[in-house]
């Protein structure tokens, strides 16, 4: 069965970086892309962006642009999202999801803390 | 880029009411379009897609319509289980956006 299984949760200080993974099973990996979506405390999904696991292309959402990237390591079958220069508007549970879109599986989200 | 816009953006029903969901596109999408349900502390889960084909093993009393810029969600008999934020999303394009969220609960 398909499975998205995510990294552990996190706590950083302001101006740090995270790197969120997102380990994939049950399917060729190399088939499909990955998205990376957020949610802040109370507050509404946000689509962050894409990653095709075939060839690497990315497309990220203009608000991110400059401070996420997002990469693949087809070997293990692993994503990552990395996103820099952190913000105390950045905390948010990061979910990410098997692309293309419609999302029919997510992984189970990482907390992302900013604070001092 | 397109935005998509949900309303209401909350609504409170009684078990067995008919509830109506709207989103609209500030472009055409034709039927790009897909719902989700997010129960409180889970995550989301994909209901319908193509705008009105419901995702196996959702509960046929979900439906959705619409083409180009305006769509429903329609519940049909509300049930205590559907208590749960709605979201639509697009997916016409390389950049999948995310209406703002209905939060439904029971009267």
Excluded: H
């Excluded at chain 1, 692993?78 to 029919?104: F, G, H, K, N, Q």
Aim: charged share 15%.
């Amino acid at each position: 069965q398909v499975q998205l299984v995510q990294s552990g949760a996190e706590v950083k200080k302001p101006g740090a970086s995270v790197k969120v993974s997102c380990k994939a099973s049950g399917y060729t990996f190399t088939s499909y892309g990955i998205s990376w979506v957020r949610q802040a405390p109370g507050q509404g999904l946000e689509w962050m962006g894409w990653i095709s696991a075939y060839n690497g292309n990315t497309n990220y959402a203009q608000k991110l642009q400059g401070r996420v990237t997002m990469t693949t390591d087809t070997s293990t079958s692993t994503a990552y999202m990395e996103l820099r220069s952190l913000r105390s508007d950045d905390t948010a549970v990061y979910y990410c999801a098997r692309v293309p879109a419609p999302y029919d599986y997510w992984g189970q989200g990482t907390l992302v803390t900013v604070s001092s | 880029d397109i935005q998509m816009t949900q309303s209401p953006s909350s609504l409170s029903a009684s078990v067995g009411d008919r509830v109506t969901i709207t989103c609209r596109a500030s472009q055409g999408i034709s039927n790009y379009l897909a719902w989700y349900q997010q129960k409180p502390g889970k995550v989301p889960k994909l209901l319908i897609y193509a705008a009105s084909t419901l995702q196996s093993g959702v509960p046929s009393r979900f439906s959705g319509s619409g083409s180009g810029t305006d769509f429903t969600l329609t519940i049909s008999s509300l049930q205590p289980e559907d208590v749960a934020t709605y979201y639509c999303q697009k997916y016409n394009s390389a950049s999948l956006t995310f209406g703002g969220g209905t939060k439904v609960e029971i009267k």
